[in-house]
C-alpha cells in the first residue's frame, strides 16, 4: 500500500506564471484534500472532494486557483497567475468516508 | 480568538521524561480531534485520534480529550530525540465545518539528551 504521491516536490516558478499540481490518493480512499502550509503555521484547508465531487472549497481559494478530480482518482490543483504569497507548501491528504486523513509529502512552491 | 490554540513553544524534555502537549479549541461543536507529528521540512504524520471523552493509549502516546474544558492533549512517555519534532492539534467541527482539518499552529518539542 503506497501513501499519498504528490508530484512535483519542488516548483519553482516565476511571478505571473501558472503552475499545476498533482495528487494520487491513497488507492480506494474516496476523499481527497488540499491545503496549504507557510513556514510557522498549521496547515490551511483550501478545498475537499468526495470522489469527483469538489464539495467544499475556503475563503482562502482565489479565482486564480482551481482544483479538479474528474475520475475520483487523481486531483490536479492549478494556481494562475502566481504571486509571491502564493509561496508556501501545498499539501494533499486522502481519506475513506469518516476516517483520519493522511498526507502525501507536499509540493513546495517558491515564486521568484 | 482562534479556532484551535497551541503554545508554540519550544517544549524542551529530558529524554526519558514524560512530554505533555496541550491544545485548547473554540467552537463546542467540534467532534473530531487529531494529533499530528511534523518533522522540519516534512509533511504531517497522523500520531492519534480521539473522538470520546477521556483517554486514548497507543504506545508511548496518550490522548486526552475534555469536551467540557475544550481541551484536548497528547501525553509522550519515555521521550527519545526521535520524537523531536513539531506537534500539531487538528479538529473537524461538522457540519459548518465540513470535513475539513482545523489546525493549531503547533508546539515545537526538544527531547534533549
Known amino acids: 500500500d503506497t501513501g499519498v504521491s504528490q508530484d512535483p516536490r519542488h516548483k519553482i516558478t516565476k511571478r505571473g506564471q501558472n503552475v499545476t499540481f498533482r495528487c494520487d490518493p491513497i488507492?480506494?480512499?474516496?476523499?481527497l484534500y488540499w491545503y496549504r502550509q507557510t513556514l510557522g503555521q498549521g496547515p490551511e484547508f483550501l478545498t475537499y472532494?468526495?470522489?469527483?465531487?469538489?464539495?467544499?472549497k475556503s475563503r482562502l481559494l482565489s479565482d486564480r486557483f482551481s482544483a479538479e478530480r474528474p475520475k475520483g482518482s487523481f486531483s490536479t490543483l492549478e494556481i494562475q497567475r502566481t504571486e509571491q504569497g502564493d509561496s508556501a507548501m501545498y499539501l494533499c491528504?486522502?481519506?475513506?468516508?469518516?476516517?483520519?486523513?493522511?498526507f502525501g509529502d507536499g509540493t513546495r512552491l517558491s515564486i521568484l | 480568538q482562534k479556532e484551535v490554540e497551541q503554545n508554540s513553544g519550544p517544549l524542551s524534555v529530558p529524554e526519558g521524561a514524560i512530554a505533555s502537549l496541550n491544545c485548547t479549541y473554540s467552537?463546542?461543536?467540534?467532534?473530531?480531534f487529531f494529533w499530528y507529528r511534523q518533522y522540519s521540512g516534512k509533511s504531517p504524520e497522523l500520531i492519534m485520534f480521539?473522538?470520546?471523552?477521556g483517554d486514548k493509549e497507543d504506545g508511548r502516546f496518550t490522548a486526552q480529550l475534555n469536551k467540557a474544558s475544550q481541551y484536548v492533549s497528547l501525553l509522550i512517555r519515555d521521550s527519545q530525540p526521535s520524537d523531536s519534532a513539531t506537534y500539531l492539534c487538528?479538529?473537524?467541527?461538522?457540519?459548518?465545518?465540513?470535513?475539513?482539518?482545523?489546525f493549531g499552529t503547533g508546539t515545537q518539542l526538544k527531547v534533549e539528551l
Open positions: 472532494f468526495q470522489n469527483e465531487a469538489q464539495l467544499e
Open positions: 480521539i473522538y470520546s471523552n
Open positions: 467552537d463546542r461543536g467540534s467532534q473530531s
Open positions: 487538528a479538529v473537524i467541527n461538522p457540519p459548518g465545518g465540513g470535513n475539513k482539518l482545523t
Open positions: 488507492s480506494e480512499h474516496n476523499r
Open positions: 491528504a486522502s481519506s475513506p468516508t469518516g476516517q483520519p486523513q493522511h
